[in-house]
């Protein structure tokens, strides 16, 4: 009697949302690039240590050589950070991914860059600017341009090491935003509970969207790529109704109560 035979899969492939940071070289000084990399990782290490990144090159007039591209994954990864993939499919940049044995992601954009090609690169920025003073700044949010779909309506608690994405459309969360977890919104997103993850507006570079959040914990706040740590926001607004938004680029909070 013959024996079945077991057609199932040892590992099940699947492509998604994935939460990677895009390293966006503007000046090819490798010194300087991994410098910048651990004060980063010293400011907020929970969010940036071991942190998977994606090579962009695309701000260079030039590739790089194998070399000095070499040296900066290296320098990387003596920072603290983890280099996965080089991002851009030219026929020079496919060739330097080869080189360094780290896959081309051809279609990569990262989740904080405009999809223009005449606009500035994003990737993560971080904002210098401080909260802003008075709570008359706060207005209502405004309608989200160019998003048709209805928002998505989260109902369940956000846990650590889980992310939602609201694709070209406006996030509400009904409950908390747990620590290590991560929500994303092409629009705004409203959050009816505790925020002590990260919350990303405004994705895909849409500047007019916004973050509300019902109690002010987070790890790291963003709007169209500007972003905030937590070490980098004033002790007064932890913990209260806060509201976060871009003013002429720079990223503002405010506690709404």
């Known amino acids: 009697m013959s ?18 940071a895009n390293l966006r070289v503007r000046t090819l000084d490798v010194a300087q690039l991994v410098t910048e990399m651990r004060e980063r990782i010293q400011r907020a290490p929970n969010l940036f240590s071991r942190a998977a990144i994606v090579l962009d090159f695309g701000g260079l007039s030039h590739p790089p050589t194998h070399a000095s591209a070499q040296a900066l994954v290296d320098g990387l990864r003596s920072a ?6 080089v991002a ?53 949010a405004p309608a989200t341009a160019g998003s048709s779909a209805p928002g998505l309506i989260q109902t369940t608690p956000v846990r650590s090491g889980q992310q939602v994405y609201a694709e070209q459309r406006d996030l509400t969360v009904l409950t908390t935003v747990g620590a290590g977890a991560e929500v994303l919104a092409d629009g705004s997103i409203h959050i009816y509970g505790a925020l002590r993850g990260r919350a990303l507006a405004g994705a895909q570079g849409n500047m007019e969207a ?16 500007q972003y905030k740590v937590l070490e980098d926001i004033p002790a007064e607004l932890r913990g209260k109704p806060v509201q976060v938004w871009l003013e002429h680029g720079q990223i503002k909070l405010v506690a709404m109560d």
Request: a negative charge; glycine letters at 8%.
């Open 3 to 20: 024996t079945a035979t077991d057609y199932a899969q040892a590992g099940e492939l699947k492509f998604g949302q994935v939460g990677i």
């Open 80 to 85: 603290g950070v983890l280099p996965v993939a």
């Open 88 to 140: 851009y499919g030219t026929k020079e940049i496919d060739a330097l991914s080869q080189q360094l044995g780290l896959p081309l992601l051809a279609k990569f954009r990262a989740q904080y860059e405009r999809s223009e090609p005449s606009a500035p690169a994003a990737g993560l920025q971080p904002a210098t600017t401080q909260a802003a003073a008075s709570p008359a700044v706060a207005t209502p």
């Open 210 to 225: 916004r973050i509300f959040c019902r109690e002010f914990h987070a790890e790291l706040v963003s709007v169209a790529g």
